[in-house]
């Protein structure tokens, strides 16, 4: 937009909220960005997405600042939904954030760009617990990080120091959302080169 456009009649829905476990961070992230907004006189409305039918978005608002968080939020979904009815909105577009948010397309998108990052390793809550250890510790070792294939905020990710203390941190995060978790190793090191590593346990 023009920095010279009067933005005074501009309609700005903070989106928010919605089913996502997120929801909390969201919340606040959507009270804040509202309120910094009004102070600089510009007309903003708080939208909770739980619930709502996207579709009358349409003529009631001009643009959308998306503060939702987690699933719904930042996989693509509503971004495609505000694209379809041609309403513009912060933050990255469907496939960017489709591919952001699911952490295993995320880690081989960059492996295949040669971008150096933590090694990883994705696991499922389908493969038993000696298993998944038994391939954590041949491909990574410990102490290895923990967290869901899809979401944020640190929700139910956790840390394994070693292969004994390692059952309850699985059992805790193996509850989550989506059926696939990622593993990757304390230290930053260079991905590895092929998708046969990664069929070990896929």
Avoid at 136 to 154: C, I, N, Q, T
């Amino acid at each position: 937009m023009p920095e010279n456009r009067d933005h005074s009649d501009l309609r700005i829905g903070v989106l928010f909220g919605g089913e996502s476990p997120e929801r909390p961070g969201s919340i606040a992230s959507a009270e804040a960005a509202c309120k910094a907004l009004t102070m600089q006189g510009l007309t903003a409305e708080l939208i909770d997405l739980a619930g709502l039918d996207l579709t009358g978005l349409k003529g009631r608002i001009d643009v959308a600042l998306l503060a939702s968080h987690g699933l719904g939020g930042e996989d693509g979904k509503i971004q495609g939904t505000l694209d379809t009815l041609g309403i513009p909105y912060s933050g990255s577009g469907v496939k960017a954030s489709a591919v952001g948010m699911h952490k295993p397309t995320f880690k081989a998108a960059i492996a295949a760009a040669v971008i150096d990052t933590p090694r990883w390793l994705e696991v499922h809550s389908t493969h038993s617990t000696a298993t998944t250890v038994s391939s954590v510790s041949y491909s990574l070792g410990f102490p290895a990080f923990l967290k869901p294939a899809s979401g944020g905020g640190s929700l139910e990710a956790g840390i394994a120091r070693n292969g004994r203390n390692w059952p309850p941190c699985w059992r805790r995060t193996g509850s989550s959302l989506t059926p696939s978790t990622w593993w990757r190793s304390s230290s930053p090191e260079s991905p590895p080169p092929s998708a046969s590593w990664r069929s070990m346990v896929s």
